[in-house]
């Protein structure tokens, strides 16, 4: 497995944007399927993006789509996610989440697919 740590979360007023990293160690990410989840309080845990381990193909879930950005660094062994136009009901604990795949080109959307997960970074968003 692969560890991984997220980092860059904090206090945002609505409309802003903050640029969220996980690194990666153990293990080169170059062959990960990669994804962003995050859980708000009260609320399961949602899926937000996936990149394939070429990162030549990216999905976002609908609720993202066109604010937020998923894009990786396999020769420094990290992924970022961007996000903008940023809202109260973004407010959660942001984690990203990895797992094997030797094909290099899977987009996968499910908590189930993934095998190693951060802790989270938690993203506050105040009017």
């Known amino acids: 497995q692969v560890q991984l740590v997220e980092s860059g979360g904090g206090l945002v007023q609505t409309g802003g944007s903050l640029r969220l990293s996980c690194a990666a160690s153990?293990?080169?990410?170059?062959?990960?399927?990669m994804g962003w989840f995050r859980r708000a309080p009260g609320k399961e845990r949602e899926f937000l993006a996936a990149i394939s381990g070429s990162g030549d193909y990216t999905f976002y879930a609908d609720s993202v789509k066109g604010r937020f950005t998923f894009s990786r660094d396999n020769g420094k062994n990290l992924v970022y996610l961007q996000m903008g136009s940023l809202g109260v009901e973004d407010t959660a604990v942001y984690s990203c989440?990895?797992?094997?795949?030797?094909?290099?080109?899977?987009?996968?959307?499910?908590?189930?697919?993934?095998?190693?997960w951060g802790q989270g970074t938690q993203v506050t968003v105040s009017s």
């Open positions: 153990g293990r080169s990410i170059s062959n990960y399927a």
């Open positions: 989440a990895a797992v094997l795949d030797l094909s290099r080109r899977r987009l996968l959307t499910r908590i189930y697919d993934y095998d190693s």
